[in-house]
């Protein structure tokens, strides 16, 4: 399971950092994704970071304003939000996909059968 932290509420233009920490297991050898879903929306992909070469991937519209990183020693991932705006409000949760060894994060991510989903983390932005 992953456990995910770091949510909040804040002001439209402010900046959070999430973390999502791997509980029993390590992220070596796997795809970690963080998804959202806001109020009566489908959930979202949005980034992505592979444990394999550390490549990331983000969707395009937090490209330029969410940075993803991982941690193998630490078995925790981030994300790093900016400039955030009202449209960024959502749950975000965090998951895991097995990935074979040169397996680098790209758009097909969004198609991957990601797992171990946690409880998610809130940010709320205001405008």
């Known amino acids: 399971q992953t456990v995910e932290s770091g949510g909040g509420l804040v002001q439209a233009g402010g900046s959070l950092s999430l973390s999502c920490a791997a509980s029993?297991?390590?992220?070596?050898?796997?795809?970690v994704a963080w998804f959202r879903q806001a109020p009566g929306k489908a959930r979202e992909a949005v980034s992505c970071?592979?444990?394999?070469?550390?490549?990331?991937f983000n969707v395009d519209s937090v490209q330029g304003r969410f940075t993803m990183s991982g941690d193998n020693v630490k078995k925790t991932v981030f994300l790093q939000m900016k400039s955030l705006t009202p449209e960024d409000t959502a749950t975000y949760y965090c998951?895991?996909?097995?990935?074979?060894?040169?397996?680098?994060?790209?758009?097909?991510?969004?198609?991957?059968?990601?797992?171990?989903w946690g409880q998610g983390t809130q940010v709320t932005v205001s405008s």
């Open positions: 998951a895991v996909v097995p990935v074979p060894r040169l397996w680098s994060c790209s758009s097909r991510f969004i198609t991957d059968p990601f797992q171990s």
């Open positions: 970071w592979s444990s394999r070469d550390g490549s990331t």
């Open positions: 029993g297991f390590s992220f070596d050898g796997y795809g």
